[in-house]
């Protein structure tokens, strides 16, 4: 089993959707956590970033942590096309963990006009 | 500015051939890395530098030879790479204290083919 599990999608959705993007973990130590957007042939874009559990909202970007489950989401409200991307989760135990990030498979995001 | 940057954006070279890859930062961050990354793989951690010390290797072929000539830019040598060498060549920085230790900004990447 992986330590961090995130549906490859691909998920498509219409324009102006809400869009859940979820990623399950297995380590309980893990505390911090990371949004990145890549898009194609480009390198990740850091999105969103939450310690320990909570909500973070960033414009139309929400990042939702629930350490009881296991489990964070990122909502997109009122997709665009520009929004299409992969979207990487990434998680770490504590601040300066040697700088090694735990990243999910990324999930690949069409948003169709 | 939270820029990242990396030369060159492609670079085809033969198995013989030694070229490098550079990367710069001037966040004033104190840890800088190299990622590989595979088409619809996530980035997969090759090395770590913290205050221009490399501290984390990760069992990365001596083909690739990582440098930190100062705490802004960190290069990556290449020779004798084999085709399967032929990926997204990544480069973060980040600071290594404070809460937003982990939050790692990465570089647009140097695209790399292995004839």
């Known amino acids: 089993q992986k330590e961090v599990e995130q549906d490859p999608g691909p998920l498509s959705v219409p324009e102006g959707a809400i869009v859940s993007l979820n990623c399950t973990y297995s380590?309980?130590?893990?505390?911090?956590f990371m949004w990145y957007r890549q898009y194609s042939r480009k390198g990740p874009e850091l999105l969103m970033y939450?310690?320990?559990?909570g909500n973070k909202e960033d414009g139309r970007f929400t990042a939702q942590v629930d350490k009881s489950s296991k489990y964070i989401s990122l909502f997109i409200r009122d997709s665009q096309p520009s929004d299409s991307a992969t979207y990487l989760c990434a998680m770490s135990p504590f601040s300066w963990n040697t700088g090694k990030l735990i990243f999910g498979q990324g999930t690949t995001l069409q948003v169709k006009p | 500015d939270t820029e990242v940057t990396q030369t060159p954006k492609h670079l085809v070279m033969g198995m013989t051939n030694k070229k490098s890859l550079k990367c710069e930062q001037h966040?004033?961050?104190?840890?800088m890395y190299w990622y590989k990354q595979k088409a619809k793989k996530p980035p997969e951690l090759m090395f770590v530098?913290?205050?221009?010390?490399?501290?984390i290797n990760e069992s990365v072929p001596s083909r690739f030879s990582p440098e930190c000539p100062n705490s802004s830019l960190l290069n990556l040598h290449l020779h004798a790479l084999q085709p399967e060498d032929s990926a997204l060549y990544l480069c973060a920085s980040s600071q290594d204290t404070g809460e937003e230790a982990d939050t790692q900004y990465f570089g647009p990447g140097t695209r790399l083919t292995v004839l």
């Open positions: 530098y913290s205050y221009e010390k490399l501290s």
């Open positions: 939450t310690y320990s559990s």
């Open positions: 966040m004033g961050h104190r840890a």
């Open positions: 380590n309980s130590a893990f505390q911090y």
